[in-house]
């Protein structure tokens, strides 16, 4: 399997696996590196193939995961990459937090609501007992004030944590992640609805469900109001740019990966 990036409709996912994925997230922890990560699905995806701006935030990461089985799909059709499963942000959520539990490394989770990390510490404590949660902060659901994202990043480092998960929903999370990688030596993961998912507040789809790229019809089954137009609307879509660039009809060409700071963004 060769590593690397690779452009999957202009966005740069990696070519990558649970085992690598996680030692490189603790690599950079144990290090003290910046470094953002996120797992990106089919609506992940398309939000950088929509926004060109927020496609080069995304290919400014220095790990991004093939999140669905399109995607690691996509990786497979396009570049024989040869990957037999993708890179799930809840499951990798679980094998960074399993092995940050065993090298004494604390965690902090950013995002979601109280009564969510309420019900997730007490999951994750029980899980992995020697686990050390540094600290925990629930999203505020409004866009950052001047001078709070430095804020932040001071209370994550008096924290003593040495790994940030983020959970703030696609692309919010994205752009926290973005925008916070150059105020916090260490890696950040935005890890989408890991945080509900391991609160025990969302259930996984049966496991042939997941083999078979059929997860986003259990998702909408389970929030059809909530997420109707990105399955019904952006999988035609994602579909087609494939088939598109498959084909060579259409070049995909990646942004370059954005360096300019964001001004305001969602905390």
């Not at 193939?49 to 927020?54: E, I, K, L, T, Y």
Request: glycine share 8%; hydrophobic share 45%.
């Amino acid at each position: 399997m060769a590593r690397g990036k690779r452009s999957v409709l202009g966005v740069l996912v990696d070519v990558t696996d649970y085992a690598d994925a996680t030692a490189r997230v603790m690599a950079a922890a144990r290090e003290r590196r910046p470094y953002a990560v996120t797992a990106l699905a089919v609506h992940g995806v398309m939000t950088g193939v929509q926004d060109r701006a927020h496609g080069a935030r995304l290919n400014s990461f220095d790990l991004v995961t093939p999140d669905g089985q399109p995607v690691r799909g996509a990786l497979n059709l396009l570049y024989n990459a040869g990957l037999g499963d993708r890179v799930y942000g809840p499951t990798l959520t679980l094998k960074v937090i399993e092995q940050a539990a065993a090298e004494g490394l604390p965690i902090y989770l950013y995002g979601s609501t109280q009564p969510t990390l309420d019900k997730l510490i007490p999951a994750l404590e029980e899980m992995f007992p020697a686990l050390k949660i540094a600290g925990v902060e629930p999203s505020k659901f409004r866009a950052s004030q001047p001078g709070e994202p430095e804020e932040i990043a001071e209370r994550i480092k008096a924290s003593g944590a040495r790994i940030v998960f983020v959970g703030l929903g696609c692309p919010r999370q994205e752009v926290f992640t973005y925008a916070m990688r150059p105020l916090l030596d260490m890696p950040l993961l935005a890890v989408g609805a890991a945080f509900d998912y391991h609160a025990g507040l969302l259930k996984n789809p049966p496991a042939w469900m997941q083999k078979y790229a059929l997860e986003w019809l259990w998702r909408l089954g389970l929030e059809p109001k909530r997420l109707w137009k990105r399955y019904v609307l952006l999988n035609p879509a994602y579909l087609t740019r494939l088939a598109l660039q498959k084909s060579g009809l259409w070049k995909a060409t990646p942004p370059a990966p954005a360096t300019t700071p964001v001004e305001s963004f969602a905390v």
